[in-house]
């Protein structure tokens, strides 16, 4: 089970911190991953970390903006989310990948957990 949460309002060039904890297994055991989906959209692959931290990929629309960590002691990954844009507003939410190959997934039916999501709403 996935627990997400950390989303809210915030004005634009805000920022928020997500945090994603993982109950009932070992999170240090999956790749760790973030979606979001706005309204009448699809899902899409935001950012996503490998099981030692080691590795992080970003969606292009947010690189030099969002940080994925995470901190295997307290099972729990984050996605810290600068200089906020209307346009990330969206229901974030986290996922666990359980192969366990080396490369980062960035499709959602290439996850096997998720979380329940958390809505995040950036106003101009």
């Known amino acids: 089970q996935l627990q997400a949460f950390g989303g809210g309002l915030v004005q634009a060039g805000g920022c928020l911190r997500l945090s994603c904890k993982t109950c009932g297994f070992t999170s240090s055991n999956y790749h760790m991953g973030w979606f979001r989906q706005a309204p009448g959209k699809e899902r899409e692959f935001v950012a996503a970390?490998?099981?030692?931290?080691?590795?992080?990929y970003y969606t292009d629309s947010v690189k030099g903006r969002f940080i994925i960590s995470r901190d295997n002691a307290k099972n729990t990954a984050y996605l810290d989310m600068n200089s906020l844009k209307p346009e990330d507003t969206a229901v974030y939410y986290c996922?666990?990948?359980?192969?366990?190959?080396?490369?980062?997934?960035?499709?959602?039916?290439?996850?096997?957990?998720w979380g329940q999501g958390t809505q995040v709403t950036v106003s101009s």
């Open positions: 996922a666990a990948d359980s192969s366990p190959f080396s490369n980062i997934k960035t499709t959602a039916n290439e996850y096997d957990y």
């Open positions: 970390i490998s099981r030692s931290g080691s590795l992080t």
